[in-house]
Nanobody
C-alpha cells in the first residue's frame, strides 16, 4: 500500500534552515504529483509547495523565495528545503501524493494519500 513518511523536522531559530524529507513506497513515485502542506495550531491545513509529475512547481505566496521543493525519483523521496525560517512557519508539515487530475497542486482536497507529519518549530 502507499506509504509516506516525513522526517527532518525540529526546532530552529528564526533565520535558520531545515530540510524535510518524505520517503515514499507502494507506488511509482515519478508517476504522481506530490506536495508539502502544513497545519499550525488552530488553523486549517494549507498548501506550501507542490511538484507535478513532469516537474512543474507551485509555491504558496508566504514561502515563495524561501522554500524549495524537489524530488529524487531514484530514491522515491520528496524534499522541502526551508531557508530564512520565520516563527509563522511553525507548524506540522505533511507530504501528500496522488493528485486528482485537474485539481490544484496546493489544494488539500487534491490529494489521496498523506504522511503522518513532522513538527517544525521556529523560535524568535
Amino acid at each position: 500500500q502507499v506509504q509516506l513518511v516525513e522526517s527532518g523536522g525540529g526546532s530552529v531559530q528564526a533565520g535558520g534552515s531545515l530540510t524535510l524529507s518524505c520517503a515514499t513506497s507502494g507506488y511509482t513515485f515519478g508517476a504522481e504529483s506530490v506536495a508539502w502542506f502544513r497545519q499550525a495550531p488552530g488553523k486549517e491545513r494549507e498548501g506550501v509547495a507542490g511538484i507535478a509529475r513532469y516537474g512543474e512547481t507551485a509555491y504558496a505566496d508566504a514561502v515563495e523565495g524561501r522554500f524549495s521543493i524537489s524530488k529524487d525519483n531514484a530514491k522515491n523521496t520528496l524534499y522541502l528545503q526551508m531557508n530564512s525560517l520565520k516563527p509563522e512557519d511553525t507548524a506540522i508539515y505533511y507530504c501528500a501524493s496522488h493528485r486528482v487530475p485537474g485539481r490544484s497542486l496546493l489544494e488539500v482536497a487534491s490529494y489521496l494519500f498523506w504522511g503522518q507529519g513532522t513538527q517544525v518549530t521556529v523560535s524568535s
